[in-house]
């Protein structure tokens, strides 16, 4: 933080002489300036840490995923110390399989492995959600040295990093009141309503599928099906429902969908309801 010095009074010669005060900036070491050559210096260009939000802007129930990306030349595992704490957030940790956990990607020039330390789920519950605290750990980081090994090869040595990155802020907004369904549930999101008939025209006692499906980003797993009416004419067998939901850096996506089998077994024409 910001430190303030009072101002310092003495007595010379009969008369008062005071200083002027002083501020003092304080921050973490990973943030304090270093020398351009210096062991600090070298480490923080070649290994440090990002925290990615999948959105910035949600509202209450929205859900977000926050992704811990090591960027690195070469270093061994790090060592958490402190993660933020998130206030009036449901949290879920979640795996992330080798496939997508590593990689590489190339910053102001150079090229930098890439490893996901941490990916959670963030669902605020309250307008007034907040995450609070850095992401702190140790990166033991392999930096070049001039020396070299009998064999002519640069040698490295371990500097053990203290590092401690700041969470991006979210903007987590109250959900309108104005036009609420009486329905509602908690789905948040941006979704697309699809309904499918397998065939317009068929025969008596011919099968027919009709398949309605809910697709986007967002509470997938939230969303209810609306009941649908057929004709009384129709036999309608126990409905499918199938989910194809993922979780990753750009949140929740995926589909649900449900599917009925139905049977006309009289001639006719006939009408669903508008769902």
Not at 208 to 233: A, D, H, V, W, Y
């Amino acid at each position: 933080g910001t430190l303030k010095v009072p101002s310092a009074r003495i007595r010379v010669n009969g008369e008062y002489v005071e200083s002027k005060e002083l501020e003092i900036e304080v921050v973490s070491p990973s943030e304090s300036p270093a020398q351009p050559n210096s062991p600090a210096a070298k480490a923080k260009e070649s290994a440090f840490i990002r925290i990615k939000a999948s959105k910035r802007n949600v509202y209450v129930g929205e859900p977000i995923v926050l992704d811990f990306t090591l960027y690195y030349l070469e270093v061994d595992q790090p060592r958490a110390v402190k993660e933020p704490e998130y206030r009036g957030y449901y949290i879920q940790k979640l795996e992330v399989d080798d496939k997508e956990r590593y990689g590489k990607e190339v910053l102001n020039g150079m090229r930098y492995n890439t490893a996901i330390l941490n990916r959670v789920l963030l669902v605020p519950q309250l307008s007034n959600a907040k995450i609070e605290g850095n992401f702190e750990c140790t990166i033991p980081t392999v930096i070049r040295t001039n020396r070299r090994d009998i064999f002519g090869r640069p040698v490295g040595e371990i500097f053990n990093q203290e590092v401690s990155v700041a969470p991006p802020s979210i903007d987590v907004k109250s959900l309108p009141n104005k036009g609420k369904p009486s329905s509602f549930n908690g789905a948040v999101g941006s979704f697309q309503l699809d309904v499918d008939l397998s065939k317009s025209e068929v025969n008596a006692d011919e099968s027919i599928s009709l398949r309605m499906s809910i697709k986007g980003q967002g509470n997938l797993s939230m969303i209810e099906f609306p009941t649908l009416e057929f004709p009384n004419e129709f036999e309608v067998f126990d409905p499918v429902v199938k989910d194809d939901i993922r979780i990753g850096s750009r949140g929740i996506e995926g589909k649900r969908y449900v599917e009925y089998l139905l049977v006309p077994r009289y001639k006719g024409t006939y009408k669903i309801p508008s769902i």
